[in-house]
């Protein structure tokens, strides 16, 4: 049974706590190191398994589906203080669930004297889940660069499709310095991409010199002679957003480029105007002198790289190194990395070391995270740009944080370097004012998707936990939680944002057909390509923007859709491949095949399908649909859809016979309002209303 956790208030009630000690914790402490096991016989199941501490008093446990923007309060499970594994078995095959797990210790110093803090873990699990499907992605490349760069962008093009995504190039003027006017001609391009693409954009690639917008009144490093406007890539992904320069009156002596004032054409706004929905990533390699190569010559290696990684052509340990230079000190900034690295391997496969001996090959690591006091050129006790010019970096992602250099655009910055590096280096963020969330790329999700967020995740919302904490913390006699930077308008990621953790070749789909049946019925069919592990499919009708059909892939052709649509309908059909990490099952997408056919005046509903009963209705903590089949099918699908459209949950269940079975829905993690159940099987559809009140 579910019971209340009022989780928020206590956080909060501790900023004014005094503790009786000052004596700190690690980055690790806060760290809850989950990792998952999954299983389908004899029953879908999800073990959670977590490092142990030696101050661990009590393991709270909460769950949401992962597209609900909150835990709420509820917890599903309270563990005592030597819990390490907790198994759900309520979860249904092909659905992505989040959980939070909240560790509470206390350190006993003297018998009357005790410290206490919170630790957080978060994984993104689930059994043959399907990822998000791959879209467009629109890359805007410097226009200097367009012959230069030919060959390159034509193979990451291909390289994309491979991978089941389309693309858009588009050359914009070059801007060295900054140019308000530049800035806001590629916004407008971007606004006109996304009416012309009906909003099928996913990814925004910003390629060599492309204008950089400046905003907000900030210094997330905290020195004072850094407040100011810093550069803003995420303004170009904030469509809905609305970003003004009339406020901000912020001279900066110290440095010029921090200046903002009225009429500048730098942006008032420090945080986000609005909910980011598409990432954007830079390449950006101008103005680092101290590397060899020139600015061409890094982009092209930089393109190699990525093709390199994207094409399996060397063996990634799922292992990671951290180089932390700041232990104690208040925040834990490393605790991003000591939270989020085993998700791909173990708790036992991250690491504590120097940086550059790690890193110095012959094997390559899947992630590296180092942070010390910084300049522009430096991070204490990491690296310096000298460095990274002249000595190997075997990792495929970064994240660096120190004091200056997370203000990119600089001479031979630091954060820009990162990516210059050779052998294998393609991405690189300032990590630690906020906290990154990187945990659903372990289910499939690419590093644009984490990206987002931790550009949208705010800890405190109206006096309760937000989606994702990174820690509470002690510094001197306070406690409070790590907020530094949140929805902070120089979150940003250096490197293509269509990236993942795992990316191995998927066959490609060679083709495939639609014709219209009896009972208008559309049939889609495809031959199998040998290596797939199952097959989805994904409609369109305006031949932009795709919808999953099959919330798990199905074994064979053919597929039966049903629709109301008068016009062109088009069909993509994928081969997947299952892969395993140490946080569930998902399928990866290889490159699709095609068809599209015109209908007039398909039925919604022709057949029915099954018949179904949901009780109880409203629903307020949890329901069943009691669903009766009156025909044998290979196929049983179930999807739950807002008042918007939007897929809120969904479950698929294979070879059923024929008479009832009973599905648990979800409610206690649904805002309340009415939704629509569809139950869909090789015969047909059936739609039922389903109402949720809290």
């Given at each position: 049974?579910?019971?209340?956790?009022?989780?928020?208030?206590?956080?909060?009630?501790?900023?004014?706590?005094?503790?009786?000690?000052?004596?700190?914790?690690?980055?690790?402490?806060?760290?809850?190191?989950?990792?998952?096991?999954?299983?389908?016989?004899?029953?879908?199941?999800?073990?959670?398994?977590?490092?142990?501490?030696?101050?661990?008093?009590?393991?709270?446990?909460?769950?949401?589906?992962?597209?609900?923007?909150?835990?709420?309060?509820?917890?599903?499970?309270?563990?005592?203080?030597?819990?390490?594994?907790?198994?759900?078995?309520?979860?249904?095959?092909?659905?992505?669930?989040?959980?939070?797990?909240?560790?509470?210790?206390?350190?006993?110093?003297?018998?009357?004297?005790?410290?206490?803090?919170?630790?957080?873990?978060?994984?993104?699990?689930?059994?043959?889940?399907?990822?998000?499907?791959?879209?467009?992605?629109?890359?805007?490349?410097?226009?200097?660069?367009?012959?230069?760069?030919?060959?390159?962008?034509?193979?990451?093009?291909?390289?994309?499709?491979?991978?089941?995504?389309?693309?858009?190039?588009?050359?914009?003027?070059?801007?060295?310095?900054?140019?308000?006017?530049?800035?806001?001609?590629?916004?407008?391009?971007?606004?006109?991409?996304?009416?012309?693409?009906k909003r099928d954009v996913q990814a925004i690639f910003l390629v060599g010199r492309v204008p950089i917008p400046y905003s907000g009144v900030?210094?997330?490093?905290?020195?004072?002679?850094?407040?100011?406007?810093?550069?803003?890539?995420?303004?170009?992904?904030?469509?809905?957003?609305?970003?003004?320069?009339?406020?901000?009156?912020?001279?900066?002596?110290?440095?010029?480029?921090?200046?903002?004032?009225?009429?500048?054409?730098?942006?008032?706004?420090?945080?986000?105007?609005?909910?980011?929905?598409?990432?954007?990533?830079?390449?950006?390699?101008?103005?680092?002198?101290?590397?060899?190569?020139?600015?061409?010559?890094?982009?092209?290696?930089?393109?190699?790289?990525?093709?390199?990684?994207?094409?399996?052509?060397?063996?990634?340990?799922?292992?990671?190194?951290?180089?932390?230079?700041?232990?104690?000190?208040?925040?834990?900034?490393?605790?991003?990395?000591?939270?989020?690295?085993?998700?791909?391997?173990?708790?036992?496969?991250?690491?504590?070391?120097?940086?550059?001996?790690?890193?110095?090959?012959?094997?390559?690591?899947?992630?590296?995270?180092?942070?010390?006091?910084?300049?522009?050129?430096?991070?204490?006790?990491?690296?310096?740009?000298?460095?990274?010019?002249?000595?190997?970096?075997?990792?495929?992602?970064?994240?660096?944080?120190?004091?200056?250099?997370?203000?990119?655009?600089?001479?031979?910055?630091?954060?820009?370097?990162?990516?210059?590096?050779?052998?294998?280096?393609?991405?690189?963020?300032?990590?630690?004012?906020?906290?990154?969330?990187?945990?659903?790329?372990?289910?499939?999700?690419?590093?644009?998707?984490?990206?987002?967020?931790?550009?949208?995740?705010?800890?405190?919302?109206?006096?309760?936990?937000?989606?994702?904490?990174?820690?509470?913390?002690?510094?001197?006699?306070?406690?409070?939680?790590?907020?530094?930077?949140?929805?902070?308008?120089?979150?940003?990621?250096?490197?293509?944002?269509?990236?993942?953790?795992?990316?191995?070749?998927?066959?490609?789909?060679?083709?495939?057909q639609a014709t219209m049946l009896e009972q208008n019925h559309i049939q889609v069919s495809w031959n199998a390509v040998q290596g797939a592990?199952?097959?989805?499919?994904?409609?369109?009708?305006?031949?932009?923007?795709?919808?999953?059909?099959?919330?798990?892939?199905?074994?064979?052709?053919?597929?039966?859709?049903?629709?109301?649509?008068?016009?062109?309908?088009?069909?993509?059909?994928?081969?997947?491949?299952?892969?395993?990490?140490?946080?569930?099952?998902?399928?990866?997408?290889?490159?699709?095949?095609?068809?599209?056919?015109?209908?007039?005046?398909?039925?919604?509903?022709?057949?029915?399908?099954?018949?179904?009963?949901?009780?109880?209705?409203?629903?307020?903590?949890?329901?069943?649909?009691?669903?009766?089949?009156?025909?044998?099918?290979?196929?049983?699908?179930?999807?739950?859809?807002?008042?918007?459209?939007?897929?809120?949950?969904?479950?698929?269940?294979?070879?059923?016979?024929?008479?009832?079975?009973?599905?648990?829905?979800?409610?206690?993690?649904?805002?309340?309002?009415?939704?629509?159940?569809?139950?869909?099987?090789?015969?047909?559809?059936?739609?039922?209303?389903?109402?949720?009140?809290?």
């Open positions: 049974m579910k019971v209340m956790l009022h989780v928020g208030a206590l956080v909060l009630c501790l900023l004014f706590l005094q503790p009786t000690t000052s004596t700190a914790q690690s980055p690790k402490d806060f760290a809850v190191r989950v990792t998952a096991q999954v299983t389908e016989s004899p029953a879908p199941s999800i073990t959670l398994k977590w490092d142990t501490h030696p101050d661990q008093k009590t393991i709270i446990i909460q769950r949401k589906l992962v597209n609900a923007t909150s835990f709420g309060t509820d917890f599903v499970a309270s563990l005592d203080s030597v819990a390490t594994v907790w198994t759900d078995t309520a979860v249904d095959v092909g659905v992505s669930y989040e959980y939070r797990i909240i560790r509470d210790c206390i350190r006993f110093l003297k018998p009357d004297s005790a410290i206490r803090w919170w630790g957080f873990g978060y994984i993104n699990s689930g059994i043959r889940v399907v990822p998000e499907l791959r879209n467009r992605v629109l890359v805007l490349v410097d226009s200097t660069m367009e012959g230069a760069l030919s060959a390159e962008l034509t193979q990451y093009q291909a390289d994309l499709e491979a991978e089941g995504w389309t693309s858009t190039i588009r050359y914009v003027p070059r801007a060295e310095d900054f140019d308000p006017v530049a800035v806001g001609n590629v916004r407008q391009l971007i606004k006109d991409e996304l009416v012309a693409g900030i210094a997330p490093d905290g020195h004072q002679d850094h407040v100011g406007a810093w550069p803003a890539d995420g303004v170009y992904g904030d469509d809905g957003g609305f970003y003004t320069d009339g406020t901000a009156n912020y001279p900066n002596n110290s440095r010029t480029a921090q200046n903002n004032v009225p009429g500048d054409g730098k942006f008032d706004q420090s945080t986000f105007s609005s909910q980011l929905e598409i990432p954007v990533g830079r390449v950006d390699f101008f103005n680092l002198p101290e590397f060899q190569q020139s600015e061409i010559e890094l982009l092209k290696a930089y393109f190699n790289k990525a093709h390199r990684f994207r094409t399996a052509q060397y063996p990634v340990i799922h292992s990671a190194y951290i180089d932390d230079n700041f232990g104690s000190y208040g925040e834990g900034f490393a605790t991003t990395a000591w939270r989020t690295f085993q998700l791909w391997g173990s708790d036992t496969s991250v690491h504590a070391a120097d940086w550059f001996e790690s890193l110095a090959g012959p094997n390559v690591y899947l992630w590296a995270y180092g942070c010390g006091g910084g300049t522009d050129i430096s991070c204490g006790g990491v690296c310096t740009t000298k460095d990274l010019a002249i000595k190997p970096v075997n990792a495929v992602h970064t994240q660096l944080f120190g004091s200056y250099f997370g203000d990119w655009n600089t001479k031979n910055n630091l954060l820009r370097s990162a990516i210059a590096t050779s052998p294998t280096a393609i991405t690189c963020a300032w990590v630690g004012r906020p906290a990154w969330y990187l945990q659903r790329m372990a289910l499939g999700g690419t590093i644009g998707g984490s990206l987002l967020l931790s550009q949208n995740n705010m800890s405190n919302v109206g006096g309760q936990m937000g989606a994702f904490i990174p820690n509470v913390i002690y510094s001197g006699t306070a406690a409070g939680i790590a907020s530094v930077g949140e929805r902070g308008i120089h979150i940003a990621l250096m490197g293509d944002p269509t990236l993942r953790a795992i990316m191995q070749p998927v066959p490609a789909m060679l083709s495939a592990d199952g097959y989805v499919i994904a409609r369109s009708t305006d031949g932009k923007k795709f919808k999953l059909l099959t919330s798990i892939p199905v074994d064979a052709s053919p597929y039966i859709d049903s629709l109301m649509h008068d016009g062109e309908v088009t069909y993509r059909v994928y081969a997947c491949a299952l892969r395993t990490t140490h946080a569930g099952t998902y399928y990866d997408f290889g490159k699709p095949a095609q068809t599209s056919l015109q209908v007039m005046d398909v039925a919604e509903t022709p057949t029915l399908a099954a018949t179904v009963r949901i009780t109880p209705q409203p629903a307020m903590v949890s329901a069943s649909a009691i669903i009766t089949v009156p025909h044998e099918t290979a196929m049983l699908g179930l999807t739950l859809v807002d008042l918007s459209g939007a897929t809120v949950w969904s479950a698929h269940r294979s070879n059923v016979a024929a008479g009832s079975l009973q599905i648990e829905l979800p409610a206690q993690g649904l805002p309340s309002g009415r939704y629509a159940l569809k139950i869909e099987t090789l015969q047909g559809v059936t739609t039922v209303s389903y109402l949720v009140v809290h």
